[in-house]
């Protein structure tokens, strides 16, 4: 991996611990060496492997369990890589970020290989190394052929080698999937003059079906940003569901709009910045974000555990 590049996006491929941490340890003591800040979201189990594998080394490491962090992988770029990364404007800093781990669900994985291809976009022409891990014994064929599509460079085995198959842009698309239709249950049609009582429905729904306290007004926070954005940007009118689903209590916004940023939600604002904000604080709040848009309209369905 050529850290003299600016953006630098390798796939490490591994099939046990001794070539997790090949791939790893010496990534992370190069960048304390050359005094790099350097960065590891990965989940739990691999944090407590790479912090006694590295030993006093790892205070000198943020560490960050990725179980956590990155539970809606839409919050990965703008609040795990983007907020290291930025904290340290004039060196190069190194990442290891594993956002796809055996266990992933169905519904959390087009979220996922959607933000490793957007890796790519929200960090172009910057002096930034991001490496991904991925257990190539436990997650299936589909994974590992779409990392090629989402990393310039895959190593494997310890052997580098160019992916013939790269392109993010593809993938993106790809998976910007219809979503599909809310269980059977009660919409919603607001416009402005019932945004008050389109919130006040899909709370209530929210707080019948087990959502309370913090959670309860997280939800209704996100309710909040993403009619509003219907009514603001979204041809003026919108309509809301809200239902259960495997322990987990979903709501879907639909309106006439389109994203014509891919980065929309992913992207930190700016201090100065005005609005803007309403997307990236859903991706903050729920523990799952999907997209889909298309010129017939946008649907953005977001979840919370009870």
């Not at 495997?246 to 005005?274: H, I, K």
Request: charged share 20%; with cysteine.
């Amino acid at each position: 991996m050529d850290a003299a590049d600016s953006f630098v996006h390798p796939a490490l491929f591994y099939r046990d611990v001794q070539e997790y941490l090949a791939g790893t340890v010496p990534f992370i003591q190069d960048g304390l060496a050359a005094g790099e800040p350097v960065a590891v979201a990965v989940p739990g189990p691999k944090l407590a492997l790479l912090r006694a594998e590295l030993g006093a080394d790892a205070e000198a490491v943020r560490l960050i369990d990725m179980n956590e962090a990155g539970r809606n992988p839409g919050r990965i770029i703008p609040k795990v890589l983007r907020a290291f990364a930025d904290a340290h404007p004039i060196s190069r800093v190194r990442i290891i970020g594993e956002p796809i781990w055996p266990g992933r669900t169905a519904a959390e994985y087009p979220a996922c290989v959607q933000h490793e291809a957007l890796i790519n976009v929200a960090f172009r022409g910057r002096d930034v190394t991001i490496v991904c891990p991925y257990d190539a014994v436990r997650l299936d064929a589909t994974v590992l052929a779409d990392a090629y599509a989402t990393h310039p460079v895959i190593v494997d085995a310890g052997r580098e080698e160019q992916s013939r198959s790269y392109d993010p842009d593809l993938i993106v698309a790809t998976y910007n999937q219809p979503l599909a239709p809310p269980w059977d249950t009660l919409a919603y049609v607001f416009d402005a003059e019932l945004l008050p009582s389109a919130r006040e429905f899909a709370v209530g729904r929210a707080r019948r079906l087990g959502l309370a306290g913090e959670r309860l007004d997280d939800f209704a926070l996100a309710v909040a940003e993403l009619t509003t954005n219907s009514v603001v940007h979204g041809g003026g009118s919108g309509t809301v569901w809200v239902w259960s689903q495997d322990g987990q209590v979903l709501c879907e916004v639909t309106d006439a709009g389109q994203l014509s940023d891919p980065l929309a939600g992913r992207r930190p604002a700016a201090r100065e910045q005005l609005g803007g904000r309403g997307l990236l604080m859903v991706h903050y709040l729920a523990d799952l974000v999907r997209v889909h848009t298309s010129p017939e309209g946008t649907a953005i369905r977001f979840y919370f555990a009870n």
